[in-house]
């Protein structure tokens, strides 16, 4: 079985077609899914879609950083009010993201501190978003007391980059559609991760992986990363996605049956 990590099947890009694409996901062997919140107005989609798809979905609340505005404190607010309520098993998607937009860096540098100690508190792991922002996440984790526990989402650093991490804490590196993209230089870094630090994911419905770039990208689609990711690592894709699944449930929480 395979476990998207990181899915958004609950926004509007799937609102007509939503059965055939968790049909379409089954068949290629994906059988459990992360749904990360992306800010207030996305929350009870979410949670409906993970209604009816009970027990396949988990769902992980937090503010995503280019949804960090003027606002950020009634909206942090009414996330840090949702997560109280057990539903979730993360906090996230949440981090830095200096490549749209750096006119609310420091209100990011402080909502992403808020829902790390948020994560603490809850005992949650973190889902991690990082656009150009590594070194200002980085800075934030060096003035916490506790270190969350969580993973770098959809990664695409250096091996410096993962060694910085590390000095940190123990992190998992959420891969995607972009390992196969014919210029990514996140395919090097492969070996540095490990497999039992690897998490599978697609960020549907961004960043479909080759022989589907262009399309609207969904989970079943991760079976052509699964593959990519295999076979630069020269294992089997089968085992890949039995030790990536024990990774998601050992870092999310949920005991393999």
């Known amino acids: 079985m395979l476990v998207d990590s990181h899915t958004h099947l609950y926004l509007e890009e799937f609102k007509d077609d939503i059965e055939a694409v968790m049909d379409r996901a089954s068949e290629s062997g994906v059988g459990h899914f992360m749904f990360p919140n992306v800010d207030l107005s996305t929350i009870e989609p979410m949670k409906r879609l993970a209604g009816r798809y009970n027990g396949l979905v988990d769902m992980a609340i937090g503010l995503h950083p280019t949804e960090v505005n003027e606002n950020w404190v009634d909206a942090i ?11 979730y098993k993360a906090i996230g998607e949440i981090g830095i993201d ?21 994560s603490c508190k809850l ?18 984790f060096d003035t916490l007391p ?11 650093g250096t091996v410096e980059d ?25 395919r090097e870094v492969l070996p540095e991760i490990g497999v039992d630090r690897l998490l599978l994911e697609t960020d549907a419905p961004y960043l479909a992986p080759v022989p589907k770039r262009g399309k609207r990208n969904e989970s079943g ?7 990519y990711v295999a076979n630069e690592l020269r294992i089997d894709t089968d085992k890949l996605g039995e030790m990536t699944t024990e990774n998601y449930y050992r870092l999310f929480g949920k005991q393999i049956n």
């Open 77 to 87: 607010n009414i996330i840090e009010n949702e997560a109280e309520t057990g539903l």
């Open 98 to 118: 200096l490549y749209w937009d750096k006119s609310f860096l420091e209100q990011q540098l402080t909502v992403f501190k808020l829902q790390c100690e948020l």
């Open 123 to 140: 005992d949650l792991p973190v889902i991690i978003h990082c656009r150009e922002g590594l070194a200002e996440i980085l800075s934030v």
């Open 146 to 156: 506790v270190l969350p526990r969580g993973v770098f989402h959809s990664f695409g």
């Open 162 to 186: 993962i060694k910085e991490i590390r000095r940190r804490g123990d992190f998992y590196f959420g891969i995607n559609g972009i390992v196969t993209f014919k210029n990514a230089k996140v």
């Open 221 to 227: 689609f991760l079976i052509h990363t699964a593959g």
